[in-house]
């Protein structure tokens, strides 16, 4: 199907936009001329200094912001940004203290609660008063092991308010995987919940917490969360325990806060790479950046305004969590929700969107796939109002995602897919209001962001797959990776490949439109016969198919141990009740031939009951891929499903 216009903002929908508002005074400030969002991205990665400070400003941000705005701007790595500014990330979070809702929380159907602005403020007061009293100064770090609810938001802003590091994974981890995470960072004070309730279970955490507690020596508290009991635990199994009532209460008079005014690049949070392929990488981000890239994707790409009702569906393992919190600092009301987004037969956020008047509604491209697939028709069955917004990503929506939204949820939806990852806590390319959305496509480079498709030898591509770049420094660089002090893992990770560019692992290219389309990671890409395949090319015509729920797709080395070949093998998850069978098989393999190349189709195709990903929802290729060719898979405990990989492990019909 050629490219087609699914949604165009109306005159007013672009006039009322904030991108309108920031187009038109960085104009007057600066004496230019935006006549499209082209002129406008071109002077954002051209004109640094007069972008960033003119976002600085037009986000309202609190804080000191000094004379520069970089230095070494021509260095990547090695730009320092507004080296002179003095601020505080909670406070620009905390500006707020009337009563009006600043936080929505549901737990699945089993709990319901809210909190203004004024009572989240005084919350946070006490906790930082508490957190001071235990001795806590900036730079130590606070870990927070729970779930997507109110007392987590409340830790991660008394932390920072005092110039804490902050780093966060969800109970559904394992003892191993928070180990391997929290044991290189070692915190100071570790907050945990009770328990957490996931598809209608309620599960318990504390037996974890206690090991968890032996093991992190340098936690001096664990503080420990209600949310499944009703009645305070007996947590004398858990080293330095106690319960976060009892830690707040002799502060439970304390209303005002003593922020810390820091430098830009001070450490706000440590963000943990996958960890499918060996430890995980502690990826440190800086206050400023975090919160500068945070108010430009809200407020201008994502049109968020003050009083809007902003939710992402997410854990607190996710960098979409840490992205959420920071709404709070463009006006918007937060929507937590915690647990399966599954329940009552998938339409439990849409019953959550109606009845908080939800405006942005974020999710991943595979929760979307899996409404589909099950037939679910929001449209039909709730009013969504206010839902003007619909996010997506964790992996790439295609065409037909595209197709479904607007078929199925809402008409009149701007969809805008989104890309970036936890090593930049942000997006490289994203939504714009006041643009079309194309189908199948992303639809903007973000404002700042010089991003671009390489070829192999370094070149600029247009309308041809390649790698996802970005050319030019931002602010939201992280600081570095912890314990890394010449900075040689974080120049590996991202600047081996082109000298001087952001090398950030995406198979993708740029379309007509100036949109972007991403075919899957890089290091998943398939190579059989040396032409490159983006495995999303084969995701998308393998799940149109209604025998399918789900499939994985890799690269096996063929024959085996020749490393410079592969052959493709594609694992499916049926419908229940169905077989694999030859007329499956060859049904599967022409739907893909007729759409792609006979380089896409299958050498092999294989049934399996379950498809392994991490704890964020993404399917995990290349850990089948290790499984498939004899490797180790380094750090399961990255896995939600651990137990699945067992299915691709010396499968017969990949021996011949």
Same mark, same amino acid.
């Given at each position: /199907? *050629?490219?087609?216009? =699914?949604?165009?903002?109306? %005159?007013?929908? !672009?006039? $009322?936009?904030?991108?309108? #508002?920031?187009?038109?005074?960085?104009?007057?400030?600066?004496?230019?001329?935006?006549?499209?969002?082209?002129?406008?991205?071109?002077?954002?990665?051209?004109?640094?200094?007069?972008?960033?400070?003119?976002?600085?400003?037009?986000?309202?941000?609190?804080?000191?912001?000094?004379?520069?705005?970089?230095?070494?701007?021509?260095?990547?790595?090695?730009?320092?940004?507004?080296?002179?500014?003095?601020?505080?990330?909670?406070?620009?979070?905390?500006?707020?203290?009337?009563?009006?809702?600043?936080?929505?929380?549901?737990?699945?159907?089993?709990?319901?609660?809210?909190?203004?602005?004024?009572?989240?403020?005084?919350?946070?007061?006490?906790?930082?008063?508490?957190?001071?009293?235990?001795?806590?100064?900036?730079?130590?770090?606070?870990?927070?092991?729970?779930?997507? /609810? *109110?007392?987590?938001? =409340?830790?991660?802003?008394? %932390?920072?308010? !005092?110039? $804490?590091?902050?780093?966060? #994974?969800?109970?559904?981890?394992?003892?191993?995987?928070?180990?391997?995470?929290?044991?290189?960072?070692?915190?100071?004070?570790?907050?945990?919940?009770?328990?957490?309730?996931?598809?209608?279970?309620?599960?318990?955490?504390?037996?974890?917490?206690?090991?968890?507690?032996?093991?992190?020596?340098?936690?001096?508290?664990?503080?420990?969360?209600?949310?499944?009991?009703?009645?305070?635990?007996?947590?004398?199994?858990?080293?330095?325990?106690?319960?976060?009532?009892?830690?707040?209460?002799?502060?439970?008079?304390?209303?005002?806060?003593?922020?810390?005014?820091?430098?830009?690049?001070?450490?706000?949070?440590?963000?943990?790479?996958?960890?499918?392929?060996?430890?995980?990488?502690?990826?440190?981000?800086?206050?400023?950046?975090?919160?500068?890239?945070?108010?430009?994707?809200?407020?201008?790409?994502?049109?968020?305004?003050?009083?809007?009702?902003?939710?992402?569906?997410?854990?607190?393992?996710?960098?979409?969590?840490?992205?959420?919190?920071?709404?709070?600092?463009?006006?918007?009301?937060?929507?937590?929700?915690?647990?399966?987004?599954?329940?009552?037969?998938?339409?439990?956020?849409?019953?959550?969107?109606?009845?908080?008047?939800?405006?942005?509604?974020?999710?991943?491209?595979?929760?979307?796939?899996?409404?589909?697939?099950?037939?679910?028709?929001?449209?039909?069955?709730?009013?969504?109002?206010?839902?003007?917004?619909?996010?997506?990503?964790?992996?790439?929506?295609?065409?037909?995602?595209?197709?479904?939204?607007?078929?199925?949820?809402?008409?009149?939806?701007?969809?805008?897919?989104?890309?970036?990852?936890?090593?930049?806590?942000?997006?490289?390319?994203?939504?714009?209001?006041?643009?079309?959305?194309?189908?199948?496509?992303?639809?903007?480079?973000?404002?700042?962001?010089?991003?671009?498709?390489?070829?192999?030898?370094?070149?600029?591509?247009?309308?041809?797959?390649?790698?996802?770049?970005?050319?030019?420094?931002?602010?939201?660089?992280?600081?570095?990776?912890?314990?890394?002090?010449?900075?040689?893992?974080?120049?590996?990770?991202?600047?081996?490949?082109?000298?001087?560019?952001?090398?950030?692992?995406?198979?993708?290219?740029?379309?007509?439109?100036?949109?972007?389309?991403?075919?899957?990671?890089?290091?998943?890409?398939?190579?059989?016969?040396?032409?490159?395949?983006?495995?999303?090319?084969?995701?998308?015509?393998?799940?149109?198919?209604?025998?399918?729920?789900?499939?994985?797709?890799?690269?096996?080395?063929?024959?085996?141990?020749?490393?410079?070949?592969?052959?493709?093998?594609?694992?499916?998850?049926?419908?229940?009740?169905?077989?694999?069978?030859?007329?499956?098989?060859?049904?599967?393999?022409?739907?893909?031939?007729?759409?792609?190349?006979?380089?896409?189709?299958?050498?092999?195709?294989?049934?399996?009951?379950?498809?392994?990903?991490?704890?964020?929802?993404?399917?995990?290729?290349?850990?089948?891929?290790?499984?498939?060719?004899?490797?180790?898979?380094?750090?399961?405990?990255?896995?939600?499903?651990?137990?699945?990989?067992?299915?691709?492990?010396?499968?017969?019909?990949?021996?011949?």
């Amino acid at each position: /199907m *050629p490219a087609q216009i =699914v949604w165009q903002p109306s %005159a007013e929908r !672009i006039a $009322a936009a904030n991108m309108t #508002a920031f187009s038109r005074q960085a104009a007057s400030r600066w004496s230019r001329l935006f006549p499209d969002y082209a002129a406008l991205h071109r002077w954002s990665i051209e004109q640094p200094e007069e972008f960033w400070a003119s976002l600085w400003e037009f986000g309202g941000v609190i804080g000191e912001m000094g004379a520069t705005v970089v230095v070494d701007g021509d260095k990547m790595p090695g730009a320092r940004w507004f080296p002179e500014a003095r601020l505080n990330y909670a406070r620009n979070l905390l500006r707020r203290r009337d009563e009006d809702d600043a936080l929505v929380f549901w737990g699945e159907d089993r709990a319901r609660r809210r909190m203004s602005h004024g009572e989240l403020y005084r919350r946070v007061a006490r906790l930082a008063a508490a957190m001071r009293a235990e001795g806590l100064v900036a730079g130590d770090r606070v870990a927070a092991y729970m779930p997507n /609810m *109110p007392e987590t938001v =409340v830790t991660l802003l008394a %932390a920072a308010s !005092i110039g $804490a590091t902050f780093t966060s #994974a969800s109970p559904d981890f394992g003892v191993q995987g928070v180990v391997d995470r929290f044991g290189q960072i070692e915190p100071k004070l570790l907050f945990v919940a009770d328990g957490y309730y996931y598809n209608g279970k309620t599960l318990d955490c504390l037996d974890r917490v206690a090991e968890i507690a032996e093991r992190l020596l340098s936690v001096k508290k664990v503080v420990v969360a209600r949310y499944v009991r009703e009645q305070d635990h007996d947590i004398s199994r858990i080293r330095n325990g106690m319960m976060l009532s009892d830690f707040v209460e002799p502060f439970r008079e304390r209303t005002e806060i003593d922020f810390a005014e820091l430098p830009f690049d001070h450490p706000l949070f440590i963000m943990y790479s996958s960890g499918t392929t060996g430890v995980p990488k502690c990826i440190v981000h800086g206050a400023g950046g975090a919160l500068l890239q945070h108010i430009k994707e809200h407020r201008l790409h994502g049109d968020v305004k003050p009083g809007d009702r902003l939710f992402y569906f997410t854990t607190c393992g996710w960098m979409m969590w840490n992205w959420l919190v920071s709404g709070l600092a463009s006006g918007a009301t937060l929507l937590l929700y915690d647990g399966s987004p599954f329940l009552n037969t998938g339409n439990i956020l849409f019953d959550y969107a109606d009845a908080e008047g939800m405006t942005h509604f974020g999710t991943s491209a595979k929760f979307i796939d899996a409404l589909a697939k099950a037939l679910v028709r929001p449209r039909k069955t709730h009013r969504l109002d206010k839902l003007r917004v619909m996010f997506s990503t964790g992996s790439p929506l295609a065409p037909e995602g595209f197709d479904y939204v607007h078929a199925c949820v809402k008409s009149d939806l701007q969809l805008a897919s989104i890309c970036g990852g936890t090593d930049i806590i942000s997006c490289f390319i994203g939504g714009n209001p006041t643009a079309p959305v194309w189908r199948g496509e992303i639809q903007c480079a973000g404002l700042g962001m010089a991003t671009d498709i390489f070829s192999d030898d370094g070149k600029p591509l247009r309308g041809r797959k390649g790698e996802l770049v970005c050319t030019r420094p931002f602010p939201v660089m992280p600081i570095g990776f912890w314990n890394d002090p010449d900075g040689a893992k974080y120049r590996a990770a991202y600047f081996e490949r082109f000298p001087d560019v952001w090398h950030h692992g995406d198979f993708a290219e740029r379309t007509a439109h100036d949109g972007f389309v991403i075919h899957g990671r890089s290091d998943a890409t398939l190579n059989p016969g040396g032409v490159r395949i983006g495995t999303a090319e084969i995701y998308r015509q393998v799940e149109q198919l209604e025998e399918v729920v789900e499939s994985l797709v890799i690269g096996q080395e063929w024959p085996p141990g020749k490393r410079n070949d592969v052959r493709v093998v594609l694992f499916v998850k049926l419908r229940d009740g169905l077989v694999l069978d030859e007329a499956l098989t060859a049904k599967i393999k022409q739907t893909i031939r007729a759409d792609t190349t006979p380089r896409h189709v299958p050498a092999k195709i294989l049934q399996v009951t379950d498809i392994p990903r991490t704890k964020s929802g993404k399917i995990v290729e290349l850990a089948v891929r290790n499984i498939v060719d004899g490797q180790p898979v380094k750090n399961v405990e990255a896995l939600a499903n651990p137990e699945a990989l067992e299915q691709f492990r010396d499968r017969p019909e990949l021996e011949n």
